[in-house]
């Protein structure tokens, strides 16, 4: 699991600051991730760490899609 900032809810995508200063939008969370953290719409986890681990889909036309797998508020 890697570290990263939660930065915002825009647009259907999910933004994350790593440690290593690399920003990732993450189009996908697993129910359960969101059952815990609802950062959606609760905009109290801006600027909060979290743990998390993701996998990386390719759709139809071989775009990345980034789906994060497991989310821990740290």
Request: proline letters at 1%; aromatic letters at 18%.
């Amino acid at each position: 699991m890697e570290t990263a900032i939660f930065q915002q809810y825009k647009d259907g995508y999910y933004t994350f600051l790593f440690d290593d200063g690399v920003q990732l939008d993450f189009e996908e969370i697993h129910p359960k991730a969101l059952y815990h953290y609802d950062l959606k719409n609760d905009n109290s986890y801006i600027g909060k760490s979290f743990k998390l681990s993701f996998i990386e889909v390719f759709d139809d036309t071989d775009q990345a899609i980034y789906r994060i797998e497991r989310l821990k508020l740290v």
